[in-house]
C-alpha cells in the first residue's frame, strides 16, 4: 500500500498538493480490484478512505458553463460539439456580472467550490483575459476556484494562477488505447501536455474520465493507472457515468451495470487514496442508494446544484434531504 504523508482528515479548502505518489500501479494490479468480490472491494476502499479522509464529509463543487456550444472537437458523448445535431444551442461567453451572480448563488445554497466551463477547444488569449476576470471576482467571494477551458498554450496557466485560480479541470477521459475511438480531433498526449503545464503553474489538477463508452473494463483499469501514475496523483477525479445525449455517436450506447460504476470508484478510490474522487455526471439517473454505495466506495466529492453544464444534475433540496438522511456533512 502507498505510505501517506497527509493527515488523517484532510479539510477540502485545503489543497493536498504535498501529497506525493511513490507508488506505481500496473493494469493488471487495478485489474485485480475490478475482479475482486464487490463486498471485498468496498471494505477495502472504504479502509483507505477512513485512512485518509473524514468518511462523513463530501465537498460539493457547483457548475457553470460560462461559454455553451460550437465546439470545434468531436469527443463522441458532448453536447456542445458543432459537429453533431443535439438540442444544445451555441452562445457567446457569458458577462462577468452573470457569472458572480450565479457563484453567489452558489455560495448561499453551500457549495464551497465554484467550477466554469467552456466549451473550447482551447482559450484565445482574449477569451482567457475575461476568464481571467470571473477567476478574480469569484475567488474574491471567498469560493475556491476552477475552470474548464479545454487545452492551454505555453503562459496561460500561469496567468490563470496569477488571477487566483485554485483547480484546473482536465480530463484524461479514458485509456489512452481507447482515446481514438471516442476524439480524433485531439490525443490523449495533447490532454497529458496540458496537464503538465497545468502542474508545473503551481495550480491544483482535476483529471477523471467518463465510463459507459463502450470501454472495456481493462480500458477501465488503465485510465485509473494514467491518473494514479502521473508525475503527482490529481487532487481531485472527477468519474463521470456518460449522460446518453441525442444526437451524438453514443446517444444509445448500451447502459453499463451500475455496479462497474461502483468499481469504478472503488478502485480510483484504492489507487489514489489521498484524492478527492468525485462522483460526477450521472447522478440524475442514480437512485439515492446507489449514490450512497458510491460514497461507500470512497467517492467524497460531488456537482451540487439543478445543472452540470448542459444536462441536469439532482436538485439541491433532493441532496440536502439525502446528506441529512445520510448524517453526512457539507465541506
Ligand atoms: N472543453 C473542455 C474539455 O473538453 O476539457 C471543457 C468542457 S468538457 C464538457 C468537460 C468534461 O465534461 C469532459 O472532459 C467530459 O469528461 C465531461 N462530459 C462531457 N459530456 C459528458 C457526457 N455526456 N457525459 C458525461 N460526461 C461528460
Ligand atoms: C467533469 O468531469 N464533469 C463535469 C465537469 N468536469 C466540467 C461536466 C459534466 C458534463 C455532463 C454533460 C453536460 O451537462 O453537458
Ligand atoms: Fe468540446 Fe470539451 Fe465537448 Fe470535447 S468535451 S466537444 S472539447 S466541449
Known sequence: MQASSVAAVSPASQPISQTTSARRWTV?????????????LIWRAQGVHREHFDPN??????????????????????????????????????????????????????????????????????????????????????????????????????????????????????????YGQVI???????????????????????????????????NRAALIVQLANLPKPPESVPINNLVPIPGTPLADNPRLD???????????????PTSWVRLSAGRQAMSDELQTLCFLAGANSMFYGDRLLTTDNPDVDRDDQLFARLGVKAV
Open 28 to 40: 493488471e494490479e487495478v485489474l485485480a480490484l475490478y475482479e475482486m468480490p464487490l463486498m471485498d
Open 57 to 178: 464529509a463530501i465537498q460539493r463543487s457547483t457548475l457553470l458553463s460560462v461559454k455553451t456550444g460550437g465546439c470545434s472537437e468531436d469527443c463522441s458523448y458532448c453536447s456542445q460539439s458543432a459537429r453533431y445535431d443535439t438540442d444544445t444551442e451555441r452562445e457567446r461567453l457569458m458577462p462577468l456580472d452573470e457569472v458572480v451572480a450565479a457563484a453567489q448563488a452558489a455560495k448561499a445554497k453551500g457549495a464551497s467550490r465554484f467550477c466554469m466551463g467552456a466549451a473550447w477547444k482551447g482559450p484565445k488569449d482574449n477569451d482567457l483575459d475575461r476568464v481571467l476576470d470571473m477567476v478574480r471576482e469569484v475567488k474574491a467571494l471567498g469560493m475556491q476556484t476552477c475552470v474548464t477551458l479545454g487545452m492551454l498554450k505555453d503562459g496561460q496557466a500561469e496567468k490563470l494562477k496569477e488571477a487566483g485560480l485554485d483547480y484546473y479541470n482536465h480530463n484524461l477521459d479514458t485509456d489512452k488505447d481507447f
Open 184 to 218: 480524433k480531433t485531439h490525443t490523449h498526449d495533447d490532454r497529458l501536455d496540458t496537464l503538465d503545464q497545468v502542474r508545473d503553474a503551481g495550480i491544483n489538477v482535476c483529471s477523471g474520465g467518463i465510463i459507459g463508452m463502450g470501454e472495456s473494463r481493462k
Open 258 to 272: 451500475p455496479f462497474e460504476f461502483v468499481r469504478t470508484i472503488a478502485a480510483a478510490r484504492i489507487a489514489m
